[in-house]
């Protein structure tokens, strides 16, 4: 399967959904090595698309294991189970959002 076109496409994609997420996660963290006042904005952006990509590439995921992607027990079934969390503890995905643009409507952040 690794040799079809389509199904390479797939895991590009996962590649740069994880490192786009890694990226704003190493920014957050950077900024608050730097002794920023706040990190609000850039932990609720990181936290928010690091869940959301998340997700999707477990959903892809799923789709490129076809039925074992939803075999009980098969691990790709469990981690498709446990990522949906991620976008409702430690702040709600909506959450992050209203957090997103109060920082932005208050002129905190912006592109660094
Ligand atoms: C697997 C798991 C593990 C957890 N572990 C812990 C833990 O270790 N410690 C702990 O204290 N808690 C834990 N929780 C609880 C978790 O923090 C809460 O579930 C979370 O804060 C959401 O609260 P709620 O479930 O009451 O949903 P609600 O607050 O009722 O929110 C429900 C939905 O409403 C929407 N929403 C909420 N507020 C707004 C808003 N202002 N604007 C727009 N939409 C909004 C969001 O889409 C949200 O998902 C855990 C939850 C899960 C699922």
Redesign the pocket.
């Known amino acids: 399967m690794s040799e079809l076109q389509m199904v390479q496409g797939h895991l590009a994609e996962m590649a740069l959904d994880v490192d786009a997420a890694a990226l704003l996660i190493y920014r957050a963290a950077w900024t608050k090595d730097m002794g920023a006042d706040r990190v609000t904005r850039e932990a609720a952006m990181a936290k928010l698309f690091a869940t959301d990509q998340a997700q999707q590439v477990i959903d892809k995921a799923v789709q490129l294991h076809g039925g074992d992607g939803v075999r009980k027990g098969h691990i790709i079934e469990r981690l498709y189970r ?1 990522i949906r ?1 991620l ?9 992050q ?2 957090v997103i643009a109060r920082a932005a409507l208050a002129g905190h952040g912006g592109v660094s």
């Open positions: 446990e969390a976008r409702i503890y430690e702040g709600a995905s909506d959450v959002k209203i």
